[in-house]
Antibody
């Protein structure tokens, strides 16, 4: 059974940093693109970033470019999102998602971790 | 960026009803369109990929159609567990984007 478990969320002040983790199990992690998708409270879904199987290709939504970095550890079956220079508008539940072979079709999702940016 | 617009934003219906949700892309996306269902406090669930392909395990009362800029998600006969929010998502190019969601409520 595919399992994705996010951790690392919490309360952080504007301008601060946070590192999210996603522990993957139940599939061959290094065979799949992985993504982060977020959802602000009461709002819709927003794709944030993704990374290819060996970590050599990464893509970001414009609003996080230069501030967020996606990475992965295939030996440890983990996905990460380093978030710097956090803003109020980054407040959201952050989901880790595993793609199908089509890269940006999100077949499996974690339960999410809440990031709150507030002073 | 390609904008995805869903209509309606909310919809009231009854068990047994046939329901259709529309998604329009701001430019042609061929058939690179997915549909998700999300229930309160839960992660989204993939229902339909590539416009009309039913994800494994999803009931056949769900169907998708369309290509180019106009797409539909149809639920042929609503069951109580179908009341949720539905999102379309294009995967034509980066950044992939979602529609704003359609909240399906019980009448």
């Amino acid at each position: 059974e595919v399992q994705l478990v996010e951790s690392g969320g919490g309360l952080v002040q504007p301008g601060g940093s946070l590192r999210l983790s996603c522990a993957a199990s139940g599939f061959t992690f290094n065979n799949y693109w992985m993504s982060w998708v977020r959802q602000a409270p009461g709002k819709g879904l927003e794709w944030v970033a993704n990374i290819n199987q060996d970590g050599s290709d990464k893509f970001y939504v414009d609003s996080v470019k230069g501030r967020f970095t996606v990475s992965r550890d295939n030996a440890g079956n983990s996905l990460y999102l380093q978030m710097n220079s956090l803003r109020d508008e980054d407040t959201a539940v952050y989901y880790c998602a595993r793609a199908t072979e089509s890269v940006t079709t999100f077949q499996h999702w974690g339960r999410g971790t809440l990031v709150t940016v507030s002073s | 960026d390609i904008q995805m617009t869903q209509s309606p934003s909310s919809l009231s219906a009854s068990v047994g009803d046939r329901v259709t949700i529309t998604c329009r892309a701001s430019q042609s996306i061929s058939n690179y369109l997915n549909w998700y269902q999300q229930k309160p406090g839960k992660a989204p669930k993939l229902l339909i990929y590539t416009a009309s392909s039913l994800q494994s395990g999803v009931p056949s009362r769900f169907s998708g159609s369309g290509s180019g800029t106009d797409f539909t998600l149809t639920i042929s006969s609503l069951l109580p567990e179908d009341f949720a929010t539905y999102y379309c998502q294009h995967r034509h190019s980066y950044p992939v984007t979602f529609g704003q969601g359609t909240r399906l409520e019980t009448k």
